[in-house]
């Protein structure tokens, strides 16, 4: 285990977030996330009083982005399969209001925009986060590939995304060299 050994504890909850991508044969790119929240404990639904053996799902959701190269969102889907009421489903068709925006700058104010507050899924909204980092993983080499071949080369979008790639930091000086703004060492 990376983290400290815990002062004793009981599990009580568990919240399983997986992301993929993948590439289409027609040119686009699907990144899907899913959300899965469960107890440990036997509970029952507020809604109707079903009850939930422990594992059962709270909430089991999924959404799919189809994507180009330049991060455009061409296709929007979501989807609710376990939820604590029967009508949170009914938001999913608002997810559709992400086709036509960019993943990257501004990502996470035109989500507020579209699907904040009452226009959205709280559990949802919060897999677009995980989701737009699988896409630029996911397509990273294709954009790059992509890239190498034009005549002005774009700014590398980790360009001072964290404190690795601070633009004068020594891994933006062997990865990026045209990009490195320190000061570099004479032999």
Request: positive net charge; charged residues 25%; hydrophobic residues 30%.
């Amino acid at each position: 285990m990376p983290l400290t050994t815990p002062k004793p504890r009981q599990h009580i909850h568990t919240r399983q977030i997986e992301c993929k991508g993948y590439e289409r044969e027609d040119g686009l790119w699907d990144i899907e996330a899913h959300i899965v929240d469960s107890k440990t404990y036997m509970h029952t639904r507020r809604h109707n009083g079903t009850k939930l053996q422990p594992g059962d799902p709270v909430h089991n959701m999924w959404i799919r982005l189809s994507i180009d190269l330049d991060m455009l969102i061409h296709e929007a889907e979501a989807k609710t399969d376990d939820s604590p009421y029967p009508s949170c489903g009914d938001i999913t068709i608002n997810f559709k209001s992400l086709v036509g925006v960019k993943i990257g700058p501004g990502w996470r104010r035109e989500i507020g925009l579209r699907l904040g507050g009452i226009k959205g899924c709280t559990h949802l909204v919060e897999l677009l986060g995980p989701l737009a980092t699988t896409a630029f993983q996911a397509t990273g080499r294709a954009r790059e590939a992509r890239n190498a071949h034009r005549t002005t080369p774009k700014i590398p979008y980790q360009l001072n995304s964290c404190h690795i790639y601070k633009d004068d930091s020594e891994w933006v000086l062997m990865r990026w060299p045209d990009h490195y703004t320190g000061t570099k060492k004479t032999p």
